[in-house]
């Protein structure tokens, strides 16, 4: 039996559409990511996230992004090398009042220069917001 406190972490792993057997690359890990919604999608997937050396296509990109970490596009360009036709970046960052916090509309500016589009925005953890990116349908039909 699963308790609450699981439950909830394998929660997050649904928020964030991970099903089993999924390839996950995770970038932009550092000491202040979440453990919790890490843990919960290393358990959904049945193995562990990939780092940025990965060069499988992946299904999902955890891109954790703060502030001070550089050029948005540049990192959003890099995510998408490996990234499936039908493959999702989220865009984790500090909430609102958090070190390291990212304007949503810094966000929304950098997403389709680098040839994605946004479809939501979650909660995924205390101190973490997700942005949800996929590659546009048209750009689908011309790959």
Do not use: C, F
Not at 9 to 29: R, Y
Not at 126 to 142: Q, Y
């Amino acid at each position: 039996m699963v308790a609450a406190e699981d439950a909830g972490k394998l929660g997050v792993a649904d928020k964030l559409g991970i099903e089993s057997g999924m390839v996950v690359q995770e970038l932009g890990w550092d000491e202040d990511v979440d453990d919790a919604l890490r843990a919960a999608v290393e358990e959904r997937i049945g193995g562990d996230l990939l780092d940025e050396d990965a060069d499988e296509t992946v299904s999902v990109v955890l891109l954790w992004w703060r502030e001070d970490d550089g050029d948005l596009v540049d990192a959003l360009l890099e995510a998408t090398g490996v990234l499936a036709e039908d493959g999702v970046i989220w865009v984790l960052t500090p909430k609102t009042g958090r070190p390291g916090h990212v304007e949503p509309s810094d966000v929304a500016e950098a997403v389709p220069t680098a040839g994605l589009s946004q479809t939501s925005n979650i909660s995924v953890a205390d101190d973490w917001a997700g942005i949800r990116l996929v590659w546009p349908k048209s750009a689908k039909a011309k790959r």
